[in-house]
């Protein structure tokens, strides 16, 4: 059976299925291939019924029509796209997402950029409100359109992918906590997840929501 291994200082080995059903062991840097092996064996039931379970989630996901009726999501909330007559700006945001017709056939780059700004005024928020609640400090954020990463840590950088932003504001808060952790702690070990919790408590929820939801969150 394939797997991805990835290992840090943590004391126990954890299984996690991605969106793309694919398994990635987390492993402490100590433990043995062998080790490993016999836990991917003895879990093997488990691997396949979640493996499947994310291959029918992704599969079931149908790319985005942009024609009037057609739904996308803002802070995890649907909204409907609405061809009108006219109008001076290329989008407009109201109870739904109004583009003119003349402006139709860049629909897609018109969304696309619609989000960027708002990931970029909203998540910036949502970590400055973080940072001084919990004393912690940064230097800049950058909006990304990273595909397989929903944020990521460089030294005082925090970046953030633009479709988080489709999302519900308690799951942009936890991938905001979860790099926000990172400023302090750079791995995965049991001292960064304690300091994630301190800043999102129950944080374990809406990673899940993440795993199983997180295939939706695009164009």
């Known amino acids: 059976m394939f797997y991805q291994t990835i290992r840090s200082k943590r004391k126990t080995i954890a299984l996690e299925i991605t969106p793309d059903a694919v398994l990635v062991v987390r492993a402490p840097f100590g433990a043995s291939q062998q080790r490993i092996r016999n836990l991917v064996d003895e879990k093997s039931a488990w691997i396949r019924k979640h493996s499947h379970k994310m291959l029918a989630k992704k599969n079931s996901y149908q790319p985005k029509k942009f024609v009037s009726g057609e739904k996308f999501l803002f802070l995890g909330r649907a909204y409907s796209l609405q061809t009108i007559k006219d109008g001076r700006k290329k989008l407009y945001f109201e109870d739904k997402l109004y583009i003119p017709e003349k402006y139709m056939s860049e629909a897609k780059k018109i969304l696309e950029s619609w989000y960027r700004r708002q990931a970029k005024v909203l998540i910036v928020k949502r970590v400055d409100h973080l940072v001084r609640l919990h004393g912690i400090e940064y ?80 164009l």
């Open 139 to 218: 230097e800049r954020i950058r909006i990304t359109g990273a595909a397989k990463r929903w944020g990521s840590c460089s030294g005082k950088n925090l970046n953030f992918a633009w479709r988080l932003i489709m999302a519900p504001q308690e799951i942009v808060d936890y991938v905001a906590a979860h790099e926000i952790a990172h400023l302090e702690v750079k791995n995965h070990s049991g001292k960064f997840w304690n300091k994630v919790a301190g800043i999102c408590p129950n944080y374990k929820s809406k990673r899940q929501w993440l795993r199983e939801n997180g295939h939706a969150l695009a």
